[in-house]
């Protein structure tokens, strides 16, 4: 039996890279699991069907977590399928890097938005559903760039640190309902990868990928430690998973 059998699962993001990779790992550990993306219908399509031929129920979901709205209509779906959610994974997001005097009003907004404010979305929407479970697992996703700086992302950095400071708070308040709320830094080889490597090539004459990166799927299991009861006892926990 997988740590997660009989589980529900949301991960947000879940079409590629880290969200496709954390969703097959929690199917292989025996949880239904939605995913969902903003955009790609089709790539949503082709997760569900791996996590299909897993022998695991799942569903891809059309949802931008800007937008509350459609949020709560993912939620719903969820539950009216499944009757509960255990574990939200709010991983859903992008990366525009540009030296900090050029970023856009407009491009800090939706940084901010997409990242922080999606992550209380999503936090905000399942927490009814885990208050009548009394339980449930949160797990939120910061970045190195929070905690250590880097050139170019001085608006993900920032999203990324109010992530860090939104978990620590949220563990507070929702400890007494037996919500665990953790977050986890990732350095991950994905497509943002590649994007930061043409970045620090065209303005630092940087070539080389930044040392650290892992594979998606090595970093997996460390959101299946969050999101099983080996985690029942911790919440309000950074936990950086990569090569330092």
């Known amino acids: 039996m997988g740590k997660l059998e009989g589980r529900v699962a949301i991960v947000t993001g879940g079409s590629r890279g880290i969200g496709r990779a954390v969703a097959l790992e929690f199917a292989r550990e025996g949880a239904r699991v939605a995913i969902t993306a903003a955009h790609d219908q089709v790539a949503l399509h082709d997760v569900e ?92 996703v910061a970045a190195p760039s929070a905690l250590r700086g880097s050139f170019g992302v001085a608006d993900y950095a920032a999203a990324k640190g109010g992530i860090i400071a939104f978990t620590r708070n949220a563990a507070s308040e929702l400890k007494s309902s037996n919500i665990q709320v953790n977050c986890i830094s990732p350095a991950a080889d994905t497509r943002m990868t590649e994007t930061l490597t043409t970045f620090r090539r065209e303005h630092l004459g940087i070539s080389q990928r930044q040392r650290g990166f892992i594979a998606p799927e090595a970093i997996a299991p460390a959101f299946v430690f969050f999101a099983s009861g080996d985690s029942d006892y911790i919440s309000g926990q950074l936990l950086e998973v990569g090569r330092f």
């Open 49 to 140: 069907r791996e996590i299909s031929l897993l022998g695991v129920e799942a569903v891809g979901v059309l949802a931008d977590v800007e937008r509350r709205a459609e949020i709560d209509r993912m939620v719903k779906t969820i539950v009216d399928r499944w009757a509960r959610i255990d574990v939200l994974v709010n991983n859903a997001g992008g990366i525009s890097p540009a030296p900090l005097e050029t970023i856009s009003e407009e491009q800090w907004d939706k940084t901010v938005a997409v990242h922080l404010k999606g992550t209380f979305n999503c936090t905000q929407a399942v927490i009814p559903i885990m208050r009548e479970q009394r339980k449930g697992k949160i797990i939120n």
